[in-house]
C-alpha cells in the first residue's frame, strides 16, 4: 500500500507513524499518510528559512514568471489532478475541476502582483524631503487546512505568499493528503527552487509545532471553528500574525416574489453539491411568508432528483461524505431533527449504491418546520442535509441570520432590489449573494465571513491576502545638496 511521505526541500521524505486515507466510495483504507510532528516541522521550516535567504531576493519579475509557469501546469493537469482529489475526498471530478479553476485564480491573481505591490511616493512632504513606502514579505509562513477543499484553499494561501517572496510550509488534511504532493510537483516543475514550498503531513501534533515555533512568521488556517480559534490563540501567543476562517450556517432567504422554480435549482445545488460539505453550502432556507409550501414542494422534487453516486462515474452529482463517522453523525442528525419536532420530508439515510454497498453514502435529506432551537439548526452538520425554517417577513429573515453566531455567507433570492439592497446592508454576513447561492468571491476580491466563520481580522486572498504576507517600510528621504546647511532642531520635527 501506497504512504504518502512529507515534501520537504525538494524532495519526499520517509518515516514516522502513519494514518489510513479511505476511498469514500468504496469504504476501503487506499493509502497511509505520514503523521508528522515537531522533527518533520522544524526539518520544513529550516529548508524554509534557507530557501527565503535567496528567494525573498529574487526579482519580482522572476517570482512571477513562475506562478506564469505553475498556471499552465495546473491547466494541463486538471484532469488528474480532480480525479486525485475526487478518490481522496469523494466529490464528483467535475466539482473536483471547479475548485481547481476557483484556486487557479488565485495563481492569476498572484501573476498581477507587479501591479499590486507598487508603493506610494509623496514628493516635497517637507523642504527637500521626499516618502515612499513598499512592502517586504514575512519570512517562513504556514498553511493549516481542511479537509474539503483539498487543491482550492491552499490555493488561496501559498501563490500570494509565495509571489510576495515568503517561503511557506504547508500542512493539510490528513484525510486527503495528495493533492498537496502533487501541487508540490507542479512548483517544482514551473522552476520554484527547493524548500521554498513544504509540505508536512500529520494532524494535531504537527499543527501544534507549526503554532510553537519560533521559525514561522505568519499562520493561515482554514477549518471547523473550534480549532481556528485554537489555532488564533496559540499562535497569536506565540507572536504570530493569523488568519483562521471557521465553520459555517448559511442561510438563504427566498421571499414570495422570487422566482422559486430558479431559487429552488439553486438552492438544490448549494445544498447538495459535494454532499453539502462546503463551507458556504447552504444549510437553511428561510422561506418567507407565502413562499413556504411551494417553495419547500420543489424542493422535495430537486432533492428526490439527485443523482448520487462514486464521484467518478459519469453524471454522478453526489459523491459520498468523505468518512465514515461524518456519515453517522449527518444521519444522527437527521434522526434528533426528527425527534424534536421537524417535518422529515426527504429521508437520505440509509443510501445503498450498488457495487458500493460499504461507501460513504447518505442521500440528500430536506427537513420542513425547522425552528432556531433544533440541533439541525445549531449546528455545522456539514453533509447534505437543507433545514427549511419558515418565517413571516424578509425583517424576520435578518434578524434570524444576525442571531447565528456563523457569518459566512448567505444568499437572498427575490425580484426586488429594494429588499436586495436593504439585506444586503443589514446582514451580518461577510459574503453575500443576490441570486447567487454560493458567492464565493473572485480572487480579487478577499474571502472570508464574521462573527465565529472568521477568527481574529483577516480575510483570506486578494488585496488581504498580500497585507498579510506582507509589512510595509515607509522611507523618508533627504539628499541635502553639498554644504547645506539644515538645522538639526531638538524639538521633535514638524514638516515645514
Ligand atoms: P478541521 O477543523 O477538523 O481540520 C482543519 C485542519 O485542522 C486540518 O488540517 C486538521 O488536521 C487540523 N486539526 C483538526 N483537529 C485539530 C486539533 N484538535 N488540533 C489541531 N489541529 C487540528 O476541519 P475539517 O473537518 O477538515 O474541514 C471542515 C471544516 O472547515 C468545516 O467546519 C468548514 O465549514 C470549515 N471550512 C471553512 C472554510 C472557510 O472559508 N470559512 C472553508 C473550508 C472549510
Redesign the pocket.
Known sequence: MQTIQHWIDGSLVPGGETAPVFNPATGAEQARVLLGGAAEVDAAVTAASAAFETWSQSSLSRRIQVMFAFRQLLVDHEEELARIISAEHGKTVGDARGEIVRGREVVEFACGLGDILRGGFSDQVSRGVDVHDFRQPLGVVAG??????PAM?PLWMHPIAIATGNTFVL?????DPSAANFVADLYRRAGLPDGVFNVVHG??DA??AILAHSGIEAVSF????P?AR?VHEQATAHGKRVQA????KNHAVVLPDADLEFAANHITAGAYGSAGER?MAVSVAVAVGAAADELVAILERKAREVKVGPGDAPGTEMGPLVTKAAQERVENAVGTAAAQGATVVVDGRGLKIDGHENGFFTGPSLLDHVTAEMDAYKE?L?GPVLAVVRVATLDEAIDLINANPYG?GTALFTDSGEAARRFQRKVKVGMIGINVPVPVPMSYYS?G?WKD?LIGDSPIHGPEGVRFYTRPKVVTTRWPRPAQQIDAGFAFPTSS
Open positions: 493549516i487546512t481542511p479537509f474539503n477543499f484553499v500542512k493539510p488534511s490528513e484525510r494532524g494535531k499543527v501544534d482554514v477549518g471547523s471553528t480549532i485554537y476562517l471557521g465553520g459555517a463551507c455545522e456539514f459566512n474571502f465571513g466563520s
